[in-house]
Protein backbone atom coordinates (compact mmCIF):
# COMPACT_ATOMS: atom_id res chain seq x y z
CA UNK A 1 0.00 0.00 0.00
CA UNK A 2 1.41 3.50 -0.92
CA UNK A 3 0.83 6.17 1.36
CA UNK A 4 -0.43 8.85 -0.56
CA UNK A 5 1.70 12.47 -0.47
CA UNK A 6 0.19 14.31 1.90
CA UNK A 7 0.75 10.90 4.42
CA UNK A 8 4.55 11.20 3.29
CA UNK A 9 4.45 14.84 4.36
CA UNK A 10 2.55 13.64 7.93
CA UNK A 11 5.20 11.05 8.35
CA UNK A 12 8.48 13.84 7.67
CA UNK A 13 6.46 16.65 9.95
CA UNK A 14 6.04 13.80 12.61
CA UNK A 15 9.80 12.90 12.59
CA UNK A 16 10.67 16.59 12.02
CA UNK A 17 9.21 17.78 15.54
CA UNK A 18 9.95 14.21 17.12
CA UNK A 19 13.74 15.01 16.02
CA UNK A 20 14.04 18.50 16.83
CA UNK A 21 12.33 17.75 20.12
CA UNK A 22 14.84 14.78 20.41
CA UNK A 23 17.81 16.63 20.11
CA UNK A 24 16.42 19.55 22.92
CA UNK A 25 16.14 16.94 25.15
CA UNK A 26 19.56 15.14 24.45
CA UNK A 27 21.29 18.11 24.53
CA UNK A 28 19.40 19.55 27.21
CA UNK A 29 20.48 16.67 29.24
CA UNK A 30 24.03 16.51 28.55
CA UNK A 31 24.37 20.51 29.35
CA UNK A 32 22.73 19.64 32.91
CA UNK A 33 24.71 15.77 33.50
CA UNK A 34 27.47 18.80 33.59
CA UNK A 35 26.29 20.38 36.54
CA UNK A 36 23.77 18.25 38.13
CA UNK A 37 26.00 16.21 40.17
CA UNK A 38 28.68 18.71 41.43
CA UNK A 39 27.81 22.57 40.90
CA UNK A 40 23.81 21.96 41.71
CA UNK A 41 24.16 19.66 44.71
CA UNK A 42 26.28 22.75 46.46
CA UNK A 43 23.31 25.12 46.07
CA UNK A 44 20.95 26.09 48.83
CA UNK A 45 17.33 24.60 47.48
CA UNK A 46 13.72 25.16 48.56
CA UNK A 47 11.53 22.79 50.88
CA UNK A 48 9.63 22.32 47.79
CA UNK A 49 12.61 21.31 45.68
CA UNK A 50 11.74 17.55 44.51
CA UNK A 51 14.29 15.04 44.58
CA UNK A 52 16.67 15.01 41.69
CA UNK A 53 15.36 11.41 39.75
CA UNK A 54 11.63 12.96 39.25
CA UNK A 55 13.44 14.99 36.73
CA UNK A 56 13.84 13.10 34.20
CA UNK A 57 10.54 11.37 33.87
CA UNK A 58 9.23 14.49 33.96
CA UNK A 59 10.62 16.04 31.05
CA UNK A 60 10.72 12.53 29.21
CA UNK A 61 6.78 12.62 29.42
CA UNK A 62 6.75 16.65 28.85
CA UNK A 63 8.88 16.16 25.52
CA UNK A 64 6.78 13.53 24.02
CA UNK A 65 3.44 15.60 24.63
CA UNK A 66 4.92 18.67 22.69
CA UNK A 67 6.44 16.91 20.23
CA UNK A 68 2.93 15.15 19.31
CA UNK A 69 1.23 18.29 19.93
CA UNK A 70 3.24 20.05 17.66
CA UNK A 71 2.46 17.29 14.82
CA UNK A 72 -1.26 17.08 15.70
CA UNK A 73 -1.44 20.82 15.79
CA UNK A 74 0.68 20.69 12.05
CA UNK A 75 -1.39 17.94 10.76
CA UNK A 76 -4.73 20.30 11.28
CA UNK A 77 -3.51 23.60 10.16
CA UNK A 78 -4.18 25.28 7.34
CA UNK A 79 -1.35 26.06 4.41
CA UNK A 80 -1.06 29.84 5.97
CA UNK A 81 -1.48 28.13 9.75
CA UNK A 82 1.52 25.80 9.00
CA UNK A 83 4.23 28.07 9.44
CA UNK A 84 3.09 29.79 13.04
CA UNK A 85 2.76 26.25 14.32
CA UNK A 86 6.49 25.40 13.42
CA UNK A 87 7.69 28.90 14.72
CA UNK A 88 5.61 28.72 18.07
CA UNK A 89 6.76 25.10 18.39
CA UNK A 90 10.44 26.11 17.85
CA UNK A 91 10.42 29.38 20.03
CA UNK A 92 9.28 27.62 22.86
CA UNK A 93 11.53 25.06 22.45
CA UNK A 94 14.56 26.90 21.80
CA UNK A 95 13.74 29.42 25.08
CA UNK A 96 13.87 25.86 26.52
CA UNK A 97 17.14 24.34 25.54
CA UNK A 98 18.49 28.18 26.44
CA UNK A 99 17.04 27.66 30.00
CA UNK A 100 19.50 24.46 30.34
CA UNK A 101 22.06 26.43 29.00
CA UNK A 102 22.17 29.20 31.11
CA UNK A 103 21.01 27.53 34.82
CA UNK A 104 23.30 24.23 34.52
CA UNK A 105 25.94 24.90 31.41
CA UNK A 106 27.11 28.47 32.18
CA UNK A 107 25.19 28.32 35.74
CA UNK A 108 23.91 31.87 35.61
CA UNK A 109 20.63 31.46 37.75
CA UNK A 110 19.34 35.03 37.79
CA UNK A 111 19.48 35.14 33.80
CA UNK A 112 17.73 32.13 33.83
CA UNK A 113 15.13 33.23 35.82
CA UNK A 114 14.23 35.72 33.56
CA UNK A 115 14.64 34.02 30.40
CA UNK A 116 12.17 30.94 31.94
CA UNK A 117 9.40 33.44 32.00
CA UNK A 118 10.12 34.35 28.37
CA UNK A 119 9.74 30.29 28.13
CA UNK A 120 6.72 30.39 29.93
CA UNK A 121 5.00 33.17 27.55
CA UNK A 122 6.33 31.57 24.77
CA UNK A 123 4.68 28.17 26.24
CA UNK A 124 1.29 30.32 26.79
CA UNK A 125 1.84 31.65 23.45
CA UNK A 126 2.17 28.04 21.70
CA UNK A 127 -0.96 27.15 23.10
CA UNK A 128 -2.71 29.78 21.96
CA UNK A 129 -2.00 29.39 18.53
CA UNK A 130 -2.51 25.76 18.80
CA UNK A 131 -5.94 26.55 20.14
CA UNK A 132 -7.87 27.14 16.91
CA UNK A 133 -6.77 24.87 15.00
CA UNK A 134 -6.18 21.76 17.31
CA UNK A 135 -7.46 21.91 21.34
CA UNK A 136 -6.39 18.73 21.97
CA UNK A 137 -3.00 19.94 21.02
CA UNK A 138 -3.53 22.92 23.15
CA UNK A 139 -4.49 21.20 25.81
CA UNK A 140 -1.36 18.89 25.70
CA UNK A 141 0.95 22.23 26.76
CA UNK A 142 -1.00 22.51 30.16
CA UNK A 143 0.59 20.36 31.87
CA UNK A 144 4.07 21.80 30.50
CA UNK A 145 3.24 24.93 31.21
CA UNK A 146 2.11 24.31 34.86
CA UNK A 147 5.53 22.35 35.41
CA UNK A 148 7.77 25.36 33.98
CA UNK A 149 5.69 27.98 36.44
CA UNK A 150 6.33 25.66 39.22
CA UNK A 151 10.39 25.35 37.71
CA UNK A 152 10.10 29.10 37.56
CA UNK A 153 9.60 29.50 41.66
CA UNK A 154 11.92 27.00 42.20
CA UNK A 155 14.62 28.68 39.82
CA UNK A 156 13.25 32.01 41.59
CA UNK A 157 13.59 30.22 45.12
CA UNK A 158 17.26 28.73 44.27
CA UNK A 159 17.98 32.58 42.99
CA UNK A 160 17.13 34.17 46.58
CA UNK A 161 18.67 31.46 48.49
CA UNK A 162 21.49 31.33 46.72
Request: net charge positive.
Amino acid sequence: MQIPASGHKNIIALAVFFGETAFVYVVSGIVTATSVGGWYQTLNKPSFNPPDWIFAPVWTALYLMMATAAWMAWRQSRIHQKRVVVVAFSSQLGLNFLWSILFFGLQWVGAALIEIVLLWASILWTAYVFWPIDRRAALSFVPYALWVAFAIALNAAIWVLN
